[in-house]
């Protein structure tokens, strides 16, 4: 076990997540406000981190996937997550898609197509609800 690991494995939650917060925008460059909340489990590209845009007050659930590329069709595009905005437990955001500002996307949603702002949406492909 590395040294790297253990240290990890002691960190608090809210540390880990600051830690992981400056490894996002400090060394993988990615556009990320301040007042964003990323899961500590979730998962934000880095293959393309000059894509990745989130806006202040957003969230992002646990293990919630938010995708800058296709390697099928070699393509890299921005992926934004307005400001307010929150992306549910293991909700599957593709590259190229803008949620809006105070737009919900569901648990386990799979967001295919841009959710306008204030918008809640969910299933696979997520449609707005009623």
């Known amino acids: ?5 253990s240290l990890r494995k002691w960190l608090p939650k809210p540390a880990k997540r600051r830690l992981q917060m400056l490894y996002r925008r400090f060394v ?3 556009d990320i406000d301040r007042s964003a909340i990323i899961a500590a ?16 007050g957003a969230v992002i659930d646990e293990e919630a996937i938010v995708l800058t ?4 069709r070699s393509l ?3 992926t934004s997550i307005g400001a307010g905005a929150y992306i549910g437990p293991r ?3 593709l590259p190229g898609i803008s949620v809006g500002e105070q737009a919900t996307v569901a648990a386990g949603s799979v967001v295919t197509k841009d959710v306008p702002q204030g918008v809640a949406v ?3 492909p997520a449609r707005e609800l009623d």
Do not use: C, E, F
């Open 76 to 78: 890299y595009l921005d």
């Open 41 to 56: 489990t979730a998962y934000v590209d880095r293959t393309w981190p000059k894509g990745i845009h989130i806006g202040a």
């Open 1 to 5: 076990m590395s040294q790297d690991s």
């Open 69 to 72: 590329h296709d390697m099928t």
């Open 91 to 93: 909700a599957i955001v």
């Open 122 to 124: 969910a299933g696979s």
């Open 28 to 30: 993988w460059g990615m």
